[in-house]
């Protein structure tokens, strides 16, 4: 009886699996992340981050997307040009950042090209804190809204795939922190269609 019971279930496994797989209902992912943060005066500064993001669809060519990142403490070098002196320094800043919005996909089921617009909160926290601490410090750290426009590919290989994503982080600072600033923002990792 017992084999019996075993092999029905695996029978409905079998024949259900192909089902599941061929749905596309939405996306779950992880990323790496890099933002460049235009601080004005021809200066940057590069973070790397992780981050993870999930999707539903809505309309086979579109999703709603919702995702978060974190970029900890990004230490930098630069030489001084009165001196040819090379500094090492510590920027002591971290970076969480959420955003929601649509992606809209174009292209086989496959490979996939897509453009988002994307809205959410970025806060900067100073000093060395920790993950837990520079979220929880949103309500009353340096938060700012943010937007963020862009594209990339996608592409899948059954129910798993890679994904690129390119755009402007756009956040917008009190005027007198001068107001919007513009910022690169690339993500690249795994995801997988559910």
């Known amino acids: 009886m017992r084999k019996i019971s075993f092999f029905a279930v695996l029978a409905t496994i079998l024949m259900v699996a192909p089902a599941m797989f061929a749905q596309n209902d939405g996306e779950v992912g992880v990323f790496a992340d890099y933002t460049r943060l235009g601080t004005g005066g021809g200066n940057a500064l590069n973070y ?21 990142s974190y970029d900890p403490n990004r230490s930098y070098a630069y030489t001084n040009n009165s001196g040819g002196v090379f500094n090492t320094y510590n920027s002591n800043l971290h970076i969480a950042q959420a955003m929601f919005g649509p992606k809209f996909q174009f292209g086989t089921h496959a490979v996939r090209a897509f453009v988002t617009v994307k809205g959410g909160l970025i806060t900067f926290r100073g000093g060395n804190p920790s993950f ?8 009353s750290g340096d938060t700012d809204a943010v937007l963020y426009p862009g594209g990339g590919l996608e592409a899948f290989l059954g129910p798993v795939g890679l994904r690129l994503d390119v755009g402007d982080e756009i956040y917008f600072a009190g005027s007198n922190a001068g107001g919007a600033h513009n910022n690169l923002k690339v993500t690249f990792g795994p995801h997988i269609r559910f």
């Not at 993870?52 to 995702?67: D, K, Q, S, T, Y």
């Not at 837990?132 to 309500?139: H, K």
């Open 48 to 68: 790397v981050g992780v981050g993870a993001r999930v999707g539903f669809n809505i309309h086979p060519n579109v999703a709603l997307e919702a995702e978060g």
């Open 132 to 139: 837990i601490g520079t979220v929880n410090a949103i309500p």
